[in-house]
């Protein structure tokens, strides 16, 4: 299979963690990135207004925020909260032109996660109006069973696309990222039927180290692991996905070396095994 396209090289701000937003924008265009998805937490140091002016001179499309979700809660107060929250996501997407909210839909211990998956539902179908008149799209990310506990009781591309099947909209869809979703049996079926719905609307790219030291910051850069890339790139292209591939790597380790040196190295990766 041929490599990505540099035109379809695009870095999360999450993968330069400890580089202010102005800074990710300067180091993602030198290395030739086409696209940028935002951080929530990037847009803070400087606001929503000012990033929003920053983000349209960098020459960089806005792919999509991450992230938005976390759904189920214990009280009705809390659930109410949460929706607040992901309209105030939606309204910081469409200030910056990103046409996605990316949804880590959560959990709860102590909350079923039949339950849970219920109040994902009502929680979602409570947002579309909003994301609808916002112009935004929402993209429910399926996580890695071992976050079923306090991050995602939406484990599977499946799962996610019964999601999709249940809300019947088409301002929701799902974003698939490797790192939760390549263990899947099911996989290659599961992201045939996303795209008979047309709800592929993200694709993330990382590595599976081995062993994995961190359940959570310790992602691997493309090549470094045992995820096979190019074959579910082949997968999602054969469903009818052609937007960008997302460079997304929580990594404690990576975040303490030079930055802009693991751009380039983002960069190689991208072009070897994306």
């Known amino acids: 299979m041929t490599p ?6 695009c870095i ?19 290395a030739g990135a086409a696209g940028i998805t935002v951080w929530r937490e990037a847009l803070e140091p400087q606001g929503v207004k000012e ?10 499309k806005v792919i999509s925020l991450c992230r938005g979700g976390f759904f189920p809660a ?3 107060a809390d659930r109410q909260k949460a929706l607040d929250d992901n309209r105030r996501a939606i309204d910081e997407a469409a200030a910056i032109g990103a046409p996605l909210v990316v949804l880590v839909c959560g959990a709860v211990p102590g909350i079923p996660l039949n339950d849970a998956r219920n109040q994902i539902a009502d929680g979602i179908a409570a947002v579309i109006p909003h994301a609808a008149g916002a112009g935004v799209k929402l993209g429910i990310e399926p996580l890695h069973p071992m976050y079923a506990d306090n991050r995602s009781a939406v484990s599977t591309l499946g799962q996610a696309n019964d999601l999709v099947e249940k809300l019947r909209s088409p301002q929701v869809g799902v ?4 790192y939760h979703v390549w263990w899947d049996d099911h996989l ?6 996303s795209g008979r719905l047309n709800a592929i609307f993200s694709y993330h790219v990382c590595d599976w180290r081995t062993p994995t030291r961190d359940l959570l910051l310790d992602r691997g850069i493309m090549g470094e692991g ?21 460079v997304e790597i929580f990594s404690t380790e990576l975040w303490k070396l030079d930055q802009v040196e693991l751009v380039k190295r983002v960069k190689s990766a991208y072009e070897k095994f994306a």
């Open 4 to 9: 990505a396209p540099l035109s379809r090289f």
């Open 188 to 193: 290659e079926r599961e992201i045939d039927r």
């Open 12 to 30: 999360h701000t999450i993968t330069t963690n400890p580089l202010a937003l102005a800074v990710s924008c300067e180091a993602y265009r030198f």
């Open 74 to 76: 214990a009280t009705e």
């Open 51 to 60: 990033s929003a002016k920053l983000l349209a001179g960098s020459g960089l």
């Open 175 to 178: 974003a698939i990222d490797v």
């Open 226 to 246: 045992c995820i096979p890339l190019r074959q579910i790139r082949s997968w999602v292209e054969r469903a009818g996905f052609s937007g960008m591939i997302e």
